[in-house]
């Protein structure tokens, strides 16, 4: 993460503060990570997918230099028909599995001590307030997503998050203070774009973010993106709202999306989410509506310990405009995370 001040999309607890100490006393190396399991539905007859997920953090500080390494393995399969697997089977293609192993983060940060800091590498992006991570989400799934409908242009559009950047490998500058922070951000890659990220924390519980990013020197897929959120948390209570678009300036489609979401805290153990999102894609050259609809999630907890949860979710779409066959189908979902 680029700054705890300008990366954090959730305010839960991040999964790193069991983290554990793998060298000498006080050599300032620790281990972190988590495990986690879900399985989901989306509409009759589709089967059920299931997805098993590691991460293991690695940390180091010496004075005013730090270093992150987060390594993800995943593996997800996917049953149809019945749903039902049988390793016997003479019809191995009902079921469908990948499996992947990637570094996903590794940055070394140097802080001057002041309120300025620099890091370098590949990095998390600024964007957009719900997490890349499953133990800092509210919920099983993303706000902004169409279900599983596949775009007719053949992008991805199975239940991926569909306005924010993930990683990229660049450097960044940061600024923060107790009421406010700054973060400028600019790819190392080929045809480079940059982010801007500015904060508000001024007000005990509450914060406030606008991020943006530019995109626009490739020579093909160029986008801007732009975020703005808020949260406020009080007693057992947090509720939050974001604004976020995602303007693809040679081909593809325009997206603009809006949520608003509560957590709350029943008791030291069980947790309640609800979530209504809406999302508008057009086309980036013209203002053909390709989909027009929104999103309600809802989503209790438990916390087992302060290492092992589980939720449940429930999100149905209602489709108000669509050149697609369909309306997306309902999704369920189950999740356990196991943090350490």
Do not use: H
Not at 281 to 289: C, E, F, K, R, S
């Amino acid at each position: 993460m680029k700054t705890k001040l300008l990366s954090l999309a959730s305010v839960l607890a991040a999964f790193n503060l069991n983290a554990i100490e793998i060298g000498p006393t006080g050599s300032g190396v620790e281990m972190s990570g988590f495990i986690d399991l879900a399985a989901q539905e989306q509409g009759s007859g589709t089967g059920t997918s299931f997805v098993g997920q590691v991460e293991v953090d690695f940390d180091f500080s010496s004075g005013p230099v730090s270093a992150s390494v987060d390594i993800d393995f995943t593996e997800s399969q996917s049953l149809s028909g019945s749903g039902v697997y049988d390793s016997n089977t003479s019809t191995p293609s009902e079921v469908t599995g990948t499996t992947g192993g990637n570094l996903e983060e590794a940055t070394i940060t140097y802080d001057f001590g002041n309120g300025f800091s620099v890091t370098g590498g590949k990095m998390l992006t600024y964007m957009g307030y719900e997490a890349y991570d499953p133990p800092n989400m509210y919920q099983y799934s993303y706000a902004y997503d169409i279900g599983g409908l596949a775009l007719a242009s053949g992008e991805d559009a199975t239940g991926a998050q569909m306005i924010y950047d993930a990683y990229d490998v660049g450097m960044s500058i940061d600024y923060g203070t107790d009421a406010f922070s700054v973060g400028v951000w600019t790819s190392l890659e080929e045809d480079a774009g940059y982010e801007l990220a500015l904060a508000f924390t001024g007000v005990e519980n509450f914060t406030a973010k606008a991020i943006f990013s530019d995109f626009s020197a490739p020579s093909s897929g160029a986008y801007e993106k732009a975020t703005y959120w808020v949260s406020y948390s009080m007693d057992k209570l947090l509720l939050a709202a974001e604004i976020a678009e995602a303007d693809q300036l040679d081909s593809g489609y325009d997206i603009d999306g809006f949520l608003i979401m509560g957590n709350y805290a029943v008791s030291e153990a069980v947790g309640l989410t609800l979530r209504y999102s809406e999302m508008e894609i057009t086309g980036a050259t013209n203002t053909t509506v390709a989909y027009e609809g929104s999103k309600f999630t809802i989503s209790p907890s438990y916390v087992f310990n302060d290492s092992f949860s589980g939720l449940f979710e429930y999100s149905s779409y209602s489709k108000d405009i669509s050149s697609f066959a369909a309306e997306p189908e309902d999704l369920m979902a189950v999740e356990f995370i196991y943090a350490f």
